[in-house]
């Protein structure tokens, strides 16, 4: 298993702000991902995150609106630029450990007013 | 990419309760997970199991690769059951998807 901590566990932040959510793992790890869980919907990846290399996005989900950092093996940190109230999600931080099997920070509640 | 279904969509039980819970996929996969998001938010891997079956307490779960579903049993349910339950799947020609999920309410 992986022990993964995340923080902070809720906010709530003004338009137009910004809020950066960190991730740490307990072990080194190549791969960090991030995941979007809009209000009642399931989740949906917006990056993968190598430490010493730019994040690879998925499509719908660009740099310039969710800038990641991977400065080592067992941190990421995740940027959520500009928000409007659409950003209201939890976002989720997961790594991989032996065969592809994913684990799960706690998530981050995040509210935009 | 790969098409993951999951059924049924909403599923309310009376504590004590046995349940099964499908996930369909589209393609030959070599990963599926099973997990468990609780009303807290917090995201529990129950099972990886790309084939057979495993059986972890009173969850099991059965994927038939060939004919591209698998299956999560609840026996005897609980309150702490209550939750949503995703299936994941993806493999080496496509990416990691999550089904839409299952919402299970365990009434006591």
């Known amino acids: 298993s992986a022990v993964i901590s995340q923080k902070p566990s809720r906010d709530i932040c003004q338009r137009g702000t910004s809020l950066t959510i960190q991730c740490q793992v307990d072990?080194?790890?190549?791969?960090m991902f991030w995941y979007r869980q809009q209000p009642g919907q399931s989740l949906t990846l917006i990056a993968t995150a190598n430490q010493g290399s730019e994040a690879t996005y998925e499509s719908g989900f660009v740099i310039d609106k969710f800038p990641i950092s991977r400065p080592n093996l067992t941190f990421s940190t995740l940027t959520v630029s500009n928000m409007s109230p659409e950003d209201s999600s939890i976002y989720l931080c997961?790594?991989?450990?032996?065969?592809?099997?994913?684990?799960f920070g706690s998530g981050t509640q995040l509210s935009v007013l | 990419g790969i098409q993951v279904e999951q059924s049924p969509p909403d599923l309310i039980l009376q504590e004590g309760a046995n349940s099964t819970l499908r996930c369909n996929f589209s393609?030959?996969?070599?990963?599926l997970q099973w997990f468990h998001q609780n009303p807290w938010g917090q995201l529990i891997n129950l099972f990886y199991i790309p084939s057979g079956t495993k059986q972890n307490g009173r969850l099991s779960a059965t994927t038939v690769a060939t004919e591209r579903y698998s299956l999560l049993y609840i026996s005897s349910s609980q309150t702490t059951d209550s939750g949503v339950y995703f299936c994941l799947s993806g493999g080496s020609n496509y990416k990691l998807t999550f089904g839409k999920g299952t919402l299970l309410t365990v009434n006591p």
């Open positions: 393609d030959s996969v070599n990963n």
């Open positions: 072990s080194q790890v190549t791969m």
């Open positions: 997961s790594v991989e450990r032996g065969r592809g099997k994913l684990f």
